[in-house]
């Protein structure tokens, strides 16, 4: 029901910067977050940032005060702008959103790829 749409990975530099974007398409409801996860080859999966429907964020510590999460609620969009990359962000990065009505679900676009490299 609910289709995911990543854009904005890439190559960069350490010290660079991108931002993601993720538009969703469906219905994903009034109470829900949306955010980003990401995986690295050999390493667990971790979720980056989250945000809900509501405005609170949460954000993993490696991502706090460098990683920045905004959405657009009128276009079921979500985005992370992220500064100050290190080699140790490089990872397949995910957009997600958990949905509340009429069930719980998790649903997560196809994955963009980032790496930060010289």
């Known amino acids: 029901q609910v289709q995911l749409v990543e854009s904005g990975g890439g190559l960069v530099q350490p010290g660079g910067f991108l931002r993601l974007s993720c538009a969703a398409s469906?219905?994903?409801?009034?109470?829900?977050?949306m955010g980003w996860y990401r995986q690295a080859p050999g390493k667990q999966r971790e979720v980056v940032a989250g945000m809900t429907s509501g405005g609170g964020t949460n954000y993993a510590e490696s991502a706090k005060g460098r990683f920045t999460i905004s959405r657009d609620n009128a276009k079921n969009s979500v985005y992370l702008m992220m500064n100050s990359l290190k080699p140790e962000d490089t990872a397949v990065y995910y957009c997600?959103?958990?949905?509340?009505?009429?069930?719980?679900?998790?649903?997560w676009g196809q994955g963009t790829q980032v790496t930060v490299s010289s």
């Open positions: 997600y959103t958990l949905t509340t009505l009429p069930n719980i679900r998790e649903y």
């Open positions: 469906g219905s994903i409801g009034s109470n829900n977050v």
